[in-house]
């Protein structure tokens, strides 16, 4: 049976009261000629009930109905309230309903007869109670069901109309590429951070760049971490970069080696346009924050797969100045 809060619904509870508080006087004084035993264990079968053991209390009455047939409907209505006592987690309505019945057909001039009618009514209509707040928690469940259903197919529409937009967005940049046509130049300003691909003299499209950490004026040298000025064209490319993809600059030219053997010094090499590095590609365009590399240029791993796919090996490399101190 369903779980019913409080009492049976419009059964008053000082009728209850009453008569569990008459039930337990009269089983200390309405029996005593069936002698002091039966007495003894009405006493008990009440402490059980008032100690909320109403499994030993429902073992005690058992016990006077087998011992003691006269005490049967004084026992048959106790036992009926013990069954569906709001406290009772073992409550079976059933069970009270055949108590109270019985009590009624074996016993029909007992004094319990009246509100063992009254309590039959009542269980009754709390069983109806029940069963119809648990059709509606049924209904509620399914509902619910249904919905987590609708959500989980909701969520995997969205994420249907993301892959499509993604791939939306790569078709785009593919339908660029095609339109547009391969880049002949890269033009790269120091001072403004900024990459532009060019074709024919058309830009194709301008990028935020990252420089070496040293940007001011060109390179001179290996490891003084300064981004080279001049002209050079793309010479190689590397698909297994440790900066997801690099395109190779032709650093050093002529004038940088001239300029490197007047100071007496080794030009450096491996400068690179290139992703950022790998394992850290969640960064995104914030690395353009500051210049981190050691003389390369650096955009985003998503921006130099662009640019490796618009810029062919042999295309023209002119990096321009950067700023120049207290500028």
Known sequence: MGKVHGWISGYPNSFFIRIVITSMFASGCSHLNDGYQAKSTFIEANIFFSQGNYKASLGKYQQIIEKYPSTGDKVLFEMGIIYAYPRNE??????????????????????????????????????????????????????????????????????????????????????????KGTADKILIEKKERRLTVFSKGKVLKTYKIALGGNPNGPKERQGDNKTPEGIYVIDSRNKDSRYHLSLHISYPNDKDKKRAQQLGVSPGGDIMIHGIKNGFSWVGDLHTGVDWTKGCIAVTDEEIEEIGKLVPNGTIVEIRPGRQDGT
């Open 90 to 179: 073992q409550k079976d309505y059933q069970k009270s309903l055949e108590c109270f019945q019985k009590l009624i057909k074996d016993y029909p001039e007992s004094g319990y007869k009246k509100d063992s009618e009254l309590m039959i009514f009542n269980i009754n209509n709390a069983i109806i109670k029940d069963k119809t707040i648990a059709t509606q928690q049924t209904h509620i469940e399914t509902l619910q069901q249904e919905i987590i259903t609708l959500q989980k197919k909701i969520e995997g529409l969205e994420q249907e109309v993301t892959n499509k937009e993604n791939e939306n967005i790569k078709l785009q940049k593919e339908v660029l590429i095609i339109h």
